[in-house]
């Protein structure tokens, strides 16, 4: 079955520590993408990338980060520079950047202590 | 400025009624899409359609329906003959060919259906 898979579902982390969430898919897509979701909120952008090896920044990139070394992977780094990292994290991936029709993963929701 | 705008934050409804939720949004490009999203308590968003705007033709899915209205920059939904299965969050979206055709978000609405 083609589609996207995030790991693991739930997360916690200690303050300070970094921690990498996993975002991985066969659907032969060229653009990734990393939300992020507050409680009764909407999707903000975190970063995207249009083709491997090149991503940009989203509208809250800072104390994130991100590769885009295989066209399956996306995989993205919460910082201890992020000042409140619990959240749910969202992946997508779609054809291409102009097309835009995204395909969601199942999420990560990520807690710090 | 590029905005999308659900103003109804949360529709209770009892199963078998038909619901509408509303989506406005506001661009200035004459070329663009609009999604609706389904985020079922399972965290996951599915695609529910996309709409190009030289597309104003009603659409029908099942018991789904939208319609586009550009002369109000609307996009509505409605679901018709609720079930308990379609309790979720809906989102609505707008991707403009001047933002580097990211996705704007509107803050979603969240659809309780009652038995």
């Known amino acids: 079955d083609g589609g996207i898979t995030q790991s693991p579902k739930y997360l916690f982390r200690k303050e300070g520590q970094n921690v990498t969430l996993s975002c991985e898919q066969n659907l032969n897509h060229d653009a990734m993408y990393w939300y992020r979701q507050d409680p009764g909120q909407g999707l903000r952008l975190i970063y995207y990338?249009?083709?491997?090896?090149?991503?940009q920044k989203g509208d809250i990139a800072e104390g994130y980060s991100v590769s885009r070394e295989k066209k399956e992977s996306f995989p993205l780094t919460v910082t201890s520079a992020q000042k409140n990292p619990t959240a749910f994290y969202l992946c997508?991936?779609?054809?291409?950047?102009?097309?835009?029709?995204?395909?969601f993963g199942p999420g990560t929701r990520l807690t710090v202590l | 400025a590029q905005k999308v705008t659900q103003a109804q934050t949360e529709i209770s409804v009892v199963e078998k009624e038909d619901v509408t939720l509303d989506c406005v949004y506001e661009?200035?490009?004459?070329?663009?899409?609009l999604f609706w999203y389904k985020q079922p308590p399972s965290g996951e968003l599915v695609f529910l359609i996309r709409r190009n705007s030289f597309d104003e033709q009603n659409e029908i899915s099942g018991r789904y329906s939208w319609n586009f209205q550009k002369s109000t920059s609307s996009f509505n939904f409605t679901i018709t003959a609720s079930q308990v299965v379609d309790s979720a969050v809906y989102f609505c979206a707008l991707t403009p060919m001047d933002s580097n055709y990211q996705l704007i978000w509107g803050a979603g609405t969240k659809q309780i259906i009652k038995p």
């Open positions: 997508a991936s779609s054809i291409d950047w102009e097309y835009n029709e995204q395909f």
């Open positions: 990338s249009q083709i491997v090896n090149d991503f």
């Open positions: 661009t200035r490009d004459t070329t663009y899409y």
